[in-house]
């Protein structure tokens, strides 16, 4: 139920807008998270939301690699949630995947756990040097 779109070939300095629709994912429960996997390597969880009240470690998380150039956000009336991507580089070749699941930690607990119920297909970001 989850789908990416967004992906393309991007010159590195540039920027791309990844969307995943999440119907039927209500983000006042769940955390929507973005992974990616480049090839020959393992998957790795690079930003998630939920607007869930009380978390104790705030409503997004980044993982340094991508922080202060990447942005989750969430459109509610869309059901949807967005990863804007600002001065890729080429290690940020990968398949990005969105994936859902029921708030139930801290999304730095939930981002080191993965174990994420829902996941869609990907899609490929692609950045030439």
């Known amino acids: 139920r989850l789908v990416e779109s967004g992906g393309g070939l991007v010159q590195a300095g540039g920027s791309l807008t990844l969307t995943c629709t999440a119907p039927?994912?209500?983000?006042?429960?769940?955390?929507i998270a973005w992974f990616r996997q480049a090839p020959g390597k393992e998957r790795e969880g690079i930003a998630c939301i939920s607007t869930v009240s009380g978390l104790r470690d705030g409503n997004t998380y980044y993982h340094d690699s991508v922080k202060g150039r990447f942005t989750i956000s969430i459109d509610n009336a869309k059901e949807t949630v967005y990863l804007q991507m600002n001065r890729l580089k080429p290690e940020d070749t990968a398949v990005y995947y969105c994936a859902a699941e029921v708030t139930y930690d801290t999304l730095v607990t939930m981002m080191k756990r993965a174990d994420f119920s829902d996941w869609g297909q990907g899609t490929q970001v692609t950045v030439s040097p």
């Open positions: 039927g994912f209500t983000f006042d429960e769940y955390a």
